[in-house]
């Protein structure tokens, strides 16, 4: 794996499990702050689902989509053009997939805290992963607009290993 994205994924793990130390030290499950009123607070709650709650109580196959879509990430990675854009993308998707990954493995649950009211929608609470998987996927959404998916070319697993 390039050592950029890598280095990526570690800091993304560190700052996710970080975060859900220090919620789990200060907070009950269940509690909420109120940070800025009908926007933003910090809920501490236990996720044993996905996002909206599919798959929820179905921890097994959370875990096992979850390796399997790392494997994919690993797989399809220096089809990518290895960019800054990129390389942050699949840094923020691995370390994100692995801090939701580790939680779901060794407490059967994700610990979410992150609870926006945006125009009077109650967004689903997450935490920082989340913010990391959604934003690694938006930025290879443009690389792909961009025509920066090379289809598999041998020249670009070449290329990836200067990084």
Do not use: H
């Not at 950029?4 to 993304?12: A, D, G, N, R, T």
């Not at 390796?67 to 797989?75: A, E, G, P």
């Not at 989340?130 to 289809?151: F, H, M, R, T, Y």
């Amino acid at each position: 794996m390039n050592k950029k994205i890598l280095l990526i994924s570690v800091i993304v793990l560190a700052l996710d499990q970080l975060s859900k130390a220090i919620i789990d030290i200060i907070m009950q499950v269940g509690d909420s702050i109120t940070v800025i009123k009908n926007f933003f607070s910090i809920s501490y709650i236990q996720n044993n689902g996905a996002a909206w709650g599919i798959f929820s109580n179905k921890m097994a196959i959370l875990i096992i989509i979850s390796l399997i879509i790392l494997i994919i990430l690993y797989r399809y990675m220096y089809t990518f053009k290895m960019n800054k854009r990129n390389i942050l993308a699949f840094g923020l998707l691995v370390g994100g997939i692995v801090g939701n990954l580790l939680d779901r493995i060794i407490f059967g649950y994700v610990k979410d805290f992150l609870d926006f009211n945006i125009l009077g929608y109650n967004f689903p609470v997450f935490n920082i992963s989340d913010i990391c998987i959604v934003s690694g996927i938006g930025l290879l959404i443009v690389a792909i607009i961009k025509g920066e998916e090379l289809n598999g070319r041998n020249s670009s697993k070449k290329s990836s290993k200067k990084n």
